[in-house]
């Protein structure tokens, strides 16, 4: 085998690429970026935590000291204020000359999150600015960014919908699961109206995992077991298995796919029962 052959096989799914990585200091967002950063990317960790962004970008450089990792950066936003996101894309075109790839991650489930009748207004709108309106910022101000490439280079988006998106839950989080929803609706909007710019969109669709966003909220035996008795695979999802769905979601090896759900979720939506 050759010098180069060997090289090229050495090559990263997403070599060359810019991607950007919402709730990148935690959970999902951290296992992607890693991800994406040993594939080749260079990762902007963009998280409203600055701290655990940058903690995830010392663990990029800790761990691929060999590949010069320049372009890693972390990157304080609040992705429900839209001057913030639009920021965050012109930090990452000037530093890092263009982007290929945006992951819409951060994501929240309020504590107070309940009924129709019992669910704050402040808590719905909180919910829905951030899971929502903050993806909606990240998506537009990429498009805006993919355009700007010369050759109709296009680019990819990825948006953190969640399995309760086409599931009513018993235990309610009405806002959550209405954002989510939305995600999704929006999603295939964008797909198709921005599919011949050679832009895909597609969202990620997690089934309940073991991440602080999860288990702050189950924080009793008895809480996780009843959501446990509805998931077929029998335990809660790793952040890195959904860090792997979404790796795929940027790759050129996804090139046919845009206006679809990719559900990550120990098959918990094809469930009736899970046992006999
Ligand atoms: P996590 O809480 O571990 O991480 C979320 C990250 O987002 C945190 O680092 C947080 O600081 C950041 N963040 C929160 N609000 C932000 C804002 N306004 N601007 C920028 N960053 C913000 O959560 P996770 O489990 O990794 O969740 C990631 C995504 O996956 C979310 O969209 C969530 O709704 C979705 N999801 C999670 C589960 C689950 O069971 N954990 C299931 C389905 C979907």
Redesign the pocket.
Known sequence: MSISQVVKDLKGRLDGKVAII?????????ESSILFAREGADVVV????LK??ELTVDRIKEKFPLHVRKHTAAYK????KEEEVKKLVEFTLKEFGKLDIMFN?????HPHDDNALNTDEKVWDVTM???LK?VWFGCKYAIEAFRRKPNKAGGVIIN?????GFLGSATPQIA?TAS?GAVISMSRELAVNHARENIRVNT???????????MDYLNTEEKKNRRLAHVPIGR??E?IE?AQAALFLASDEASYITGTELKVDGGITAAYVTSD
């Open positions: 919402t709730g990148g200091g935690s959970g999902i967002g951290y963009a998280d409203i935590n655990a962004a936003v609040d992705v429900a991650n951060a994501g929240i489930m600015d951030i899971n903050g953190t919908a969640s399995f309760v959550y989510k990620l669709c997690p089934g309940p995992l073991r991440t602080p966003l999860l809660f999802g952040p959904q």
